[in-house]
């Protein structure tokens, strides 16, 4: 620290967030002060293009093309990492903990898949490394998790967690869109990138999976432990099927602790209309939490875009100075335990399986039989004609993952059967 | 404290709550010194009733009849206040700050009516003061504001704080029920007490609402600054009315900020059918914020019983523990600021008005001029037919308290009109 109460902050990258950030550090900078005592001051901002225009109130002089420089800058006293990527930003906030520097990053590849190197160098070196915008943006929910339930027992986490798949599942929802057409539609708005693999297929949610799993469970859990299913594949009729009996389908990222093992996936799934979930619609992003003693909480708001992540970076960083000003720690992620990850095979679920069958005599009664021998046991049953073929609709009760499997591996073979069409899971009640 | 990392507490109440927080404690008492190297210990209890049974593992010499010793009980290093009202949860918590012991409390009523007295002190002797349960029970939305958005500049919050009232409307609007079968539901449940004014005539939420308004607009708001309707004059009719436009209604508490004056008020609003807090059902509670750069957020959950108001006081109790045995401070609430309040004829909302007149021509000219001459624009309007008689739903554009009365005032003088019926607040888009 420079004397007084003034904290000054290096910045790595200035894009989108960085620059929203500094815009905001500056107008609220009063304001701050005012409340906490605290007086930020930005320092240095590393940037990849020195000669690009920047809409950011500070001279030429702060900027430089050198991250390590910022870093290593001995009147930096706070890191705030926003260039996203593995390499070079873990070696950076590497130095910077080493160096005794607190770390603010919105870093969500980094934390879910070298995040124990990374909490273990800050709890080495007594440092606070805080990352609230790396799992849902602006949503105030890892500092909840850290401190207002680190005394909960936590069952389970339920998060709507990527805004490009909710938009593109709200308007197949609701305009009844194609996928193509509601993922153009969020191309052109600048909610889906050109390339949208890693939303649209669930990666970007399955790393965030892994960082909430982590801290929730106090587990190691990485990115590769999150079992993916994307939304490429789902119909507007799927959507429609799904309002029929009462659900609305969303991506889902899923965290519980069953036994002492860590279950981790984010999938489609039907939910019902009355859960908190169903109503999260276009780009918003939500996290829905059982607990044992504070039962259901959920978090909502803006997941991703320059203000709401840089407000959440904000929150992060006074929180820093103000323990740096006053010598003391936030909230520590402690030592993350081995915890078992359960295979997805033996995750129970109940699930959806529609499929269309010749109208004939009997075909119920088999099919339904095929359940009954995998030992999946069916909840409700529709039926729908077809003119020489009929729609079954099945909806189970809780059943493991390989059951449902093999069960609709062996309906498929069955002579009388036409297709096997969506096959979702469905979030019930304490499912 | 006493030596090494453990940290004695004294409970003040052993009701619903303190015994909820008292099986916690001991439960997770393990689980939070492995995440936060703190081992809380209960040191003394005081309760009404020393012959009463409680369900909860301590010995009998815990308890006492006599709460102030148990502040003075210099074992003691932190204070949880349960009891509940003004005296003597006031002079005792005094004590405790002024003892320099950290106090944990989830009494509204008592910082509604006399925070700035108890924030003062708390101040004075540098001593943290936490009291997440005081708004909303087990949703975390205290420390969200007072650390993750001490950066944000707040425009308003909008709550659902009464989970009686919440209930009520939610079985008025859903089974068609009438108020008074509503709450005799809510009674039998245990979910509104035999007398129900605190919570049905919006006393309750209006103590949440000026403890919302004092943090989120660090300015000195008291109970009585909020302006205040109840519910008991809703129909199911109403309910029926709302719905058809695409409405819910709702109880809302709504603190907001003005050009440096705050509004503060709580009372029936009809809520679009899209808005997330349409979806808060049942007893649960909501608080929705719009901030400058984080744009919207929702925190929902439990907003009372033992179990999440226990949680809630569990993760104030852990926090000032963690500071007490760090040597530091948790977030300070600074001096509350002299601003004006906004006197309710000046707040401008949208508003719905259902009235009956005769069905002849020229009258809905004449009614709809007298809503331009008092300045009031009319956004829709719907007319259904009643034999001789016409039942017209007006909603209005965004217009003056004191100006939409005014008009209500010379519309039911005018000689066609037959009677006014409900008039109700509108939230619209920014509204």
Chains 1, 2 share one sequence.
Do not use: W
């Amino acid at each position: 620290m420079n004397g007084d109460d003034t904290v000054r902050i290096g910045i790595l990258g200035c894009g989108n967030v960085g620059s929203a950030l500094v815009r905001l550090i500056i107008d609220q900078a009063d304001v701050i002060e005012g409340r906490t005592g605290v007086r930020l001051e930005i320092a240095r901002v590393a940037v990849r293009n020195l000669s690009r225009e920047r809409d950011v109130p500070l001279p030429a002089s702060c900027f430089t093309h050198d991250a390590s420089e910022v870093v290593s800058d001995p009147s930096v006293d706070v890191v705030v990492e926003v260039i996203g990527g593995i390499e070079p930003a873990r070696e950076l906030i590497m130095d910077a903990l080493k160096a005794g520097k607190p770390v603010v990053t919105a870093n969500k590849e980094l934390l879910a898949n070298v995040g124990r190197e990374i909490f273990e160098t800050a709890e080495f070196a007594g440092v606070d490394l805080l990352f609230e915008a790396a799992v849902a943006g602006g949503i105030p929910f890892i500092r909840p998790l850290r401190e207002s339930l680190v005394g909960e027992r936590i069952r389970r986490v339920l998060g709507i967690v990527n805004g490009t798949t909710n938009f593109i599942l709200t308007r197949m929802a609701e305009d009844g869109s194609s996928f193509h057409d509601a993922l153009g539609e969020a191309q052109s708005l600048g909610y889906a990138e050109r390339d949208p693999t890693a939303d649209v297929e669930g990666y970007d949610a399955a790393a965030k999976t892994a960082i909430i799993a982590s801290i929730a469970f106090g587990a190691r859990v990485v990115a590769g432990d999150v079992y993916r299913e994307g939304i490429s594949e789902l119909t507007a009729h799927d959507m429609q099927s799904a309002r029929q009996l009462g659900y609305v389908v969303k991506l889902l990222a899923i965290a519980e602790e069953i036994d002492g093992s860590i279950a981790v996936r984010v999938h489609p799934a039907m939910v019902p209309n009355q859960h908190p979930l169903a109503s999260v619609r276009d780009s918003f992003n939500a996290l829905f939490l059982e607990g044992d003693a504070v039962g259901e909480l959920m978090f909502y708001g803006r997941g991703a875009g320059g203000g709401p992540t840089a407000s959440a970076v904000l929150g992060d960083l006074i929180d820093a100075a103000k323990n740096l000003v006053s010598g003391s720690r936030g909230a520590t992620i402690g030592t993350l335990a081995r915890k078992p990850v359960l295979p997805i095979d033996e995750v129970e679920s109940m699930f959806y399986v529609l499929l269309e069958a010749a109208d004939q005599p009997g075909v119920l009664a088999t099919i339904a039989n095929v359940f009954g021998e995998n030992g999946v046991s069916i909840r409700s049953m529709q039926q729908s004609g077809l003119g020489d073929d009929a729609r079954l609709i099945f909806v189970t009760h809780r059943a493991r993952e390989a059951d449902l499997r093999r069960t609709v591996h062996q309906v498929r073979e069955l002579d009388a059967v036409r297709r096997i069409g969506t096959v979702l899971r469905v979030i019930g009640d304490g499912a």
